[in-house]
């Protein structure tokens, strides 16, 4: 051993300050690291870990629900026809009590002058359908008191080891480096919450029906936290129905079950003066070609329920274009990058749902 | 606690901050009370016991002091043989209970069942507790060492019971000798960068071996080993030679993290492992593997029992003697004694047959120490070690007989033909090959540099700092990254901790 080595011992303030630089140097690389090795799933994941790249109180308006808000709902179409700032703080399958931790959440960063909040999942009152769809809130979830919420109602038989997995979740993810693809080392910027499909599946126009299906009480009492974030912040909350068909017949029950808690909704909504956006005949939706699958729309069933929204939202409120201000610059030039990306598709003809 | 559970990875950095800002005096009483709450993270009854063994040992060695100062020679040596025979009775009674009764039981009642017999021996469900073969090991070197006159008996109970207690040996070992340890707990360790350095990096490499290589091969190992019936010759033996280097990288592993451990607090312990699959001979292979048991039963039962001074054939008989209580240490099933015994006598043979080896290589004009023949008896020796892992890896004495059939037959051209279709069913895919690969490069890089008598360590800590700190990042991310830890898989506990 070398002793000159050996005994020169460093003073305790430098030799602080070297393991503080060095476990910073650490934690940059580790995060880098998670950034590649993070759960992606084609950018459903993207939305809530991309919602803090957003300039701090530049939103108009804040789209928050399921696969159907972020298929329902082209942020990028809202900014180039209407010059409007839109984001879509969505989750696969995000019942109503992730969708309130995520309004919690947006509005630590953001002051948008709605809300927009799509009511399929007024169906359930869990806290979550799958684990990933509580992975998909939390992952990327800053506040550590919202995550923390979430996580102890989500997981109340957890124990602190498998809730750890949630505040670190490197801990769960370390192990894709077997599965990483190009998509894991790209991050594409102009999402802002919204997804597309390009490809589309036919189906027939549902019957309309009455029937009245009972909403679930936490939901409900989900909704209402909601309700009254908006009110304390002095933002306006709008709920909308994305249309939905009931597949080639086989999906019926499920059909009847989604309408009748539209209905029900509906009574609810009414009684309170909160306005519901129940989209399936209003927008003119072709059942033939703006469906991707039995419940999703495609590009232009998309297209379609976010020229109304916005029709609506701007009719309605004063939301004024910001197109020309420099500070929304970023908006044009992703934009531009949406559009190019969509060209390319559609010449190509394919549709990698990773990429899309 | 495990050393590679999140518990750990606050414990011990918490331990070292506070053992290096405690005052001297106060340094023993915290690691014990600290080593003490390490065991009782397991099962705090348990210390109980511990507790125990170390007391009754204490006492022995303390009566043992004194019966040195008995005159009469004759009562002196019935004082000091009732002292040790005590010490040694009670404390293997204790593990014996723990360890072997359900395995007595079993073979009473077969025995009495063969004899058609009506009679039937209770069997206990008890957790065998966390390190209790470790441990008793440790407090019959001391009392033995004491017996010897190689130590004084040890005065200070703190210091006694932190020897026995010391955690980064308890669970696993290294069984450290009473005189090479005791005397440390007297002495003062100051803040030491360097050593605390040369700690960390061992540590480091302890859970690369850990983390990585022993959990992925873990994970081909225990597909096959679980399903062998299904599977070829060809995937039992790639597997047996995964088990191989997982039980190597596994406890060396353990043994790395804990000597690391201790050496960050200013402790020396004796090497564990020492590149145990390039010896040329199953004897010194038991010098190279687990050397802390091997020298413990050399010290404590090859010697006592006349070693090799007895004549060749009691010789023999020692060596199988302790082969066998060696099996029946690692586990109170059959496999382990024969994996034991055929150790012992792939020894014997390998004695019987020097004169026949010697002629052969004359007759064949190889130089004994050549390269070719040292070669070939490294791989024969490897060889050898395989078959003896069959026995300690299967399930059970019949199975680990059926394997080693099923290798034997399945070793045909057939098999290697099906290689590619063989390794699906390895339950691995291509990454965790090729990153399996490149850990084993690791290992044996390793390996080769301490076989060479290089240390590594001190090669990186003399590096420009750019250079280490490059190093550190990169095992560090990598260890995290590649390593087999987190959500869905638990049964990551070192497997010697079942001993």
């Not at chain 1, 910073?24 to 799933?41: D, H, P, Q, S």
């Not at chain 2, 800002?21 to 709450?37: E, G, T, V, W």
């Not at chain 2, 540099?449 to 420009?464: A, E, G």
Request: hydrophobic share 40%.
């Amino acid at each position: 051993m070398d002793k000159n080595n050996k005994n020169n011992h460093p003073a305790f303030g430098r030799l602080a300050l070297t393991v503080l630089i060095f476990f910073t140097g650490l934690y940059a690389i580790l995060y880098e690291v998670n950034e590649i090795l993070r759960y992606k799933n084609g950018g459903e994941v993207d939305m809530v870990h991309s919602f803090y790249k957003l300039k701090k109180d530049s939103l108009d308006v804040l789209v928050i629900g399921s696969s159907h808000a972020y298929y329902g709902f082209q942020t990028n179409q809202a900014w180039e026809d209407y010059g409007v700032a839109s984001y879509v703080m969505g989750s696969p399958s995000q019942t109503m009590i992730c969708s309130y931790y995520l309004l919690e959440e947006a509005l630590q960063y953001q002051k948008p002058q709605v809300v927009l909040l799509e009511s399929y999942y007024f169906r359930s009152g869990k806290v979550f359908v799958q684990d990933s769809n509580l992975r998909a809130v939390t992952d990327n979830m800053k506040n550590l008191q919202n995550k923390r919420e979430l996580i102890d109602l989500g997981l109340p038989e957890a124990d602190w080891k498998e809730k750890l997995a949630y505040y670190v979740p490197f801990f769960k993810y370390h192990s894709r480096w077997k599965e990483l693809d190009q998509s894991d080392f790209t991050q594409k910027s102009f999402y802002k919450g919204s997804l597309v499909r390009l490809k589309h599946k036919s189906f027939r126009a549902p019957e309309p029906t009455d029937e009245k299906k009972e909403i679930p009480e936490t939901a409900l009492e989900y909704f209402e936290k909601i309700r009254a974030l908006c009110e304390e912040n002095d933002i306006r909350l709008v709920v909308f129905k994305t249309p939905v068909s009931n597949g080639s017949g086989e999906n019926s029950d499920w059909y009847h079950n989604t309408m009748g808690i539209t209905n029900s909704l509906s009574d609810y909504l009414e009684e309170r003066s909160v306005p519901y956006l129940k989209l399936q005949d209003q927008v003119g939706i072709d059942f033939e070609n703006d469906f991707y699958d039995y419940c999703h729309l495609s590009f232009t069933g998309q297209k379609k329920v976010t020229a109304y929204l916005m029709d609506w939202l701007t009719a309605q409120y004063d939301l004024p274009s910001h197109k020309g201000d420099p500070a929304y610059s970023s908006y044009d030039r992703e934009y531009e990058e949406f559009k190019d990306y969509i060209n390319t598709q559609k010449t190509s003809g394919s549709e990698d749902r990773d990429d899309v | 606690m495990l050393f590679n559970s999140i518990e750990f990875m606050v414990f011990f950095p918490s331990v070292c901050i506070l053992y290096y800002l405690i005052p001297s005096r106060a340094k023993n009483l915290f690691l014990l009370a600290c080593s003490y709450f390490f065991y009782m993270c397991w099962n705090p009854k348990y210390a109980l016991i511990l507790l125990i063994s170390t007391a009754i040992t204490y006492y022995c060695g303390l009566l043992l002091g004194r019966s040195d100062g008995i005159e009469d020679e004759e009562k002196r040596i019935r004082n000091k043989k009732l002292c040790i025979a005590s010490g040694f009775i009670l404390n293997l009674g204790i593990l014996f209970f723990f360890k072997y009764f359900n395995l007595f039981s079993r073979t009473l009642n077969s025995v009495f069942a063969l004899l058609h017999i009506h009679v039937n021996v209770p069997f206990f469900d008890v957790l065998l507790p966390a390190g209790i073969s470790f441990y008793t090991f440790k407090v019959l070197s001391y009392i033995m060492d004491v017996y010897r006159k190689d130590i004084p008996a040890e005065t200070d109970f703190i210091r006694y019971a932190l020897y026995v207690s010391f955690f980064p040996q308890l669970a696993q070992g290294p069984i450290a000798h009473a005189k090479d340890m005791l005397p440390q707990f007297s002495e003062e360790h100051v803040f030491d960068w360097y050593n605390i350095r040369r700690g960390l990096l061992l540590m480091l490499y302890g859970y690369f071996q850990k983390a990585v290589l022993a959990s992925w091969l873990g994970m081909i190992v225990d597909t096959v080993y679980g399903n062998w019936a299904n599977c070829s010759g060809l995937q039992l033996l790639i597997a047996t030679v995964c088990f191989a280097f997982q039980l190597y990288s596994d406890f060396a592993g353990y043994s790395c993290i804990a000597i690391g451990a201790g050496e960050v607090m200013g402790f020396t312990t004796l090497d564990n492992f020492n590149v145990p699959y390039l010896s040329k001979s199953v004897s010194e292979f038991w010098r190279r593997w687990h050397i802390s048991l091997s020298t413990w039963f050399r010290d404590y039962l090859y010697i006592p029992l006349g070693g090799n001074r007895k004549g060749k054939w009691i010789k023999y008989f020692n060596i199988m003697t302790v082969f066998l209580v060696s099996g029946l240490w690692h586990g109170a099933e059959y496999h382990y004694i024969a994996w034991g015994g055929l150790n012992g006598l792939f020894q014997i043979i390998g004695d019987l047959l020097r004169p026949l080896r010697t002629r052969t290589l004359q007759l064949l004009h190889i130089q004994k120490n050549s390269a070719v023949h040292n070669i070939f008896r490294v791989i024969f020796t490897f060889i050898l070690i395989l078959i003896t892992w069959v026995f300690f890896r299967a399930p059970s004495l019949v199975e680990s007989v059926y394997i080693l059939e099923k290798i034997l037959i399945g070793f045909g051209t057939s098999a290697w033909r099906a290689l590619p279709d063989g390794l699906k069913g390895l339950g691995i895919d291509r990454p965790v090959l090729l990153l399996l690969l490149a850990s084993m490069i690791i290992l044996i890089f390793f390996d080769v540099m301490k076989y060479r008598n290089i240390c590594v360590r001190d090669f990186i800590l003399k590096q420009k700092p750019y250079v280490r700190w490059t190093l550190y990042y990169a095992a560090v991310t990598a260890i995290l990254v590649f390593g087999v830890y987190g959500p869905g898989y638990s049964s990551t506990e070192f497997m010697y901790i079942q001993f």
